[in-house]
């Protein structure tokens, strides 16, 4: 965590308290608000405008897979949820019901989708009839539902946004590799639009989906040391084709069941976003997602044509693709360039009057605090400098992450690992050994890790180790 | 409507059954299909591409308004429904009620929002403290949820997709201009985008949003003659205000309420661009919304490098900003042609081994049926065609739509003139004559219309007209 005395004095020292420099954060940075019924969030314009972001970033990735956004019914019939054993058991505990409607009793009890794989193989299988309809590639931007007992906004909410990608294949093959590339293109967007490194890896039988054959997750280190799950992607095996009748005709004649795929990232991205870069002034935020990613703060308004050279130098850059914005309000540079830090837009611009008579514009970076003149209105310049940030960004959060990586050998060395940070360790793979690491240190499986393994024993029980995996305390 | 012969022998014949053409077309263009619950329907990548193309036309519209995009939770205290008397009235027999979740009985039930008013305000109320904060401007973009007995594909669906704007002022007159304001946004969008020529203007009490002061709305009429509510747009005075406690100092020292505004459009506009366009042979869809504007249909592929060719156009459309796709499908091109005239693309682009020799691309119009040789990979040919395509299509629903507007003096010219088109009328304004004409003539009041009504008389009582109104059958 930054050593930095702390900045803004509504904000929580991070070294003191980091959930409530957390919470200070998104509530002051007005990313977010708490709505009415419990663990619900408001996810105010300041926010939601990263989530747009996030969105435009994703769905740029998805289109290249091949992938179309479609939209399906958010209420699940009861008896569609039960019909994947593992899957129902895994759900039904968290899942808000719909007993009423139209002043009437249903017939049937509706769920509030929890995640759509059983609404979704549901209307694949109508659609499937020969293997020339596959693969079907399908993703829908939605809200869910799940009914958490203890709820922090963006980390664990009762309803959250999301967006949630399904598949279906011939082959078991192509299913396991949808799986696997979609894990990829999370990896990539979160390091170069997020600038968050991540681990990513298989997930141990415990962590799985609850109806999944395996699930891959996509790890995040937060500046606490612990571990965001940032994304899963899971291959589904035949599970959910054969509980929804996924069958089509095959090239040879015969009727088969499909292979189906799953894969989700969520408004959690937007915690990890926080979790990853912010610092003791507030949010420090990558210009890919920034919502504004310069700006303009007039000095000494009023004078010399300064507003309009604002204006102007605002328009320059907007004309040249960057989310650009003057700050005209009424009050002090000073307040302006707190409030802006604390909202971490990556550059700030600051125009006076004798700027104006140099030609120049100063230039202060929120990621290093570097502040550089440069000729009023060079706009190369500043893209220049947003590539910096967010490439600096993601090699300082990687150093950092990889600092606090440790190797363990047994028990204590686990214990002492996640303790603000994660840990490396060959693993038997049994479930014992997690429930132990759980019991003695709070801390679960993330994701398998790669490496050699052979040879080596598990840090827990010493029996021989059958793969490495990072163990980390997780949110 | 289209006296062309029916085309596709899938498709009904519109002339003989407008509902089971649109029901035809809907499903058989892959727009839609029906959810698992009653009255839902999942929106197809076919269709939700149409509605990403509404949401980014309309979010820059908004955002030139000042309007930012947020999110709210979609539960709502059962409480905070009825807190707006009409409001609650208006909306509580058609909601969907969540009475357990996570495995227990709810303390409150909780409504599935239908609107989200009740719980905007509330969260206003909190963020409005002082005149600096207003206005407030917000938009959402979400899934609502109100039951319905009789339900049709994005006309009238248990739930839908929609948008909803939200504002508060410190003052009725800006609050009013706002409501009529976006009222003008809604109009231009649905003429400049869609290509639909609405009606717009305020609505009669009875037909006016429950807790409005007033409602604006925006008719289209459907090829049968029949109206559709494209659009509407509330003035809610303080009437929100009051119930949720939005109050904010003002500049004398006084604590006053706000004055609110909500307006919103839905899934239905895809209903409205199939009824206001289509024709015999299926959809025909105005380029600005279109998924695919330009569809490249491979003559003799694999000949002469046809493939490649038709690949090269597509990616030169393409960089120029146009909707373009190549169909490699194996398939007929007669098939492709038919598929794609029913999938109602504005442009089909005919490329064979011939057409190469000759340096030429055979395009035809999907609108007038047009064809002509071009040279081939003219962007600029297919960029004004694509604007021609879109403003004929304005005017050709312009002119039709007003041959349909019949002035009526009397209950029987009513009577007539609802049959297949839009009365034009002088009316009392009272309640009594808006129910004699649903009885009579299964019709209602949609907007007031320009134009002098001094001197006039009411078409159905008698008595002396205060305002011109236009009379239709409703979707």
């Not at 408001?42 to 897979?65: C, D, H, S």
């Not at 396991?176 to 490194?197: C, H, S, W």
């Not at 915690?271 to 000494?300: K, S």
Request: proline share 4%; charged share 30%; net charge neutral.
């Amino acid at each position: 965590m930054a050593k930095e005395k702390q900045f803004v004095k509504e904000i929580t020292d991070m070294n003191e308290d980091f959930p409530r420099w957390f919470t200070d954060v998104v509530i002051k940075t007005e990313l977010v608000d708490y709505g009415p019924v419990k663990g619900t969030m408001v996810i105010r314009p300041y926010g939601y405008a990263i989530w747009e972001n996030i969105q435009t970033e994703l769905n740029r990735r998805f289109k290249a897979q091949g992938v179309k956004n479609a939209y399906f019914p958010m209420f699940i019939p009861e008896s569609f949820l039960k019909k994947e054993a593992e899957h129902v058991e895994g759900f039904a505990p968290e899942v808000a019901v719909v007993t009423h409607a139209g002043g009437e009793k249903l017939q049937e009890n509706l769920i509030v989708r929890p995640t759509s794989e059983t609404i979704i193989c549901g209307m694949f299988s109508k659609w499937m009839q020969s293997y020339r309809d596959l693969p079907i590639k399908i993703n829908q931007w939605c809200n869910v539902v799940r009914w958490e007992k203890t709820t922090r906004p963006f980390l664990r909410t009762s309803e959250f946004l999301w967006q949630e990608g399904h598949t279906v294949y011939a082959t078991a093959e192509e299913a396991e590799k949808d799986a696997q590339t979609m894990l990829g293109v999370y990896r990539e967007f979160a390091e170069n639009a997020l600038a968050i490194p991540v681990f990513t890896g298989r997930k141990s039988e415990k962590e799985k989906f609850a109806g999944a054959v395996a699930t891959y997750g996509m790890e995040a280190m937060m500046l606490d040391g612990k571990s965001l799950q940032a994304g899963t992607s899971h291959y589904l095996g035949q599970n959910f084709a054969k509980a929804f009748d996924m069958k089509f005709l095959d090239k040879d004649g015969t009727l088969k069941y499909g292979y189906s795929t799953s894969w989700g990232v969520s408004t959690r991205l937007i915690g990890a976003l926080i979790m990853a870069h912010g610092d003791q002034r507030g949010l420090v935020l990558p210009p890919v997602v920034a919502p504004v990613q310069v700006i303009i703060v007039p000095i000494a308004s009023h004078k010399g044509g300064v507003d309009e050279k604002a204006k102007e130098l605002a328009e320059k850059l907007a004309n040249a693709g960057i989310r650009a914005e003057v700050d005209f309000r009424e009050a002090s540079a000073g307040w302006k360039f707190n409030e802006w830090e604390m909202k971490g837009v990556p550059l700030r611009i600051e125009i006076g009057p004798r700027d104006i008579e140099n030609n120049q514009m100063f230039v202060a970076r929120r990621d290093t605090h570097e502040k550089n003149s440069f000729t009023l209105g060079d706009v190369s310049a500043v893209q220049e400098l947003l590539k910096d940030i967010q490439s600096n960004m993601l090699e300082k959060s990687r150093k950092l992450r990889d600092e606090k990586v440790r190797w363990a050998d047994n028990l204590e060395e686990i214990v002492k690992g996640v303790d603000g940070g994660f840990v490396k360790a060959p693993w038997c793979g049994c479930r014992e050994c997690e429930d132990k690491v759980k019991e003695v240190a709070s801390a679960s499986t993330r994701v398998m890790a790669e490496g050699s393994y052979e040879g080596k024993v598990c840090a827990v029980c010493g029996k021989p180790a059958k793969t490495l995996v990072y163990f980390a305390r997780a949110y």
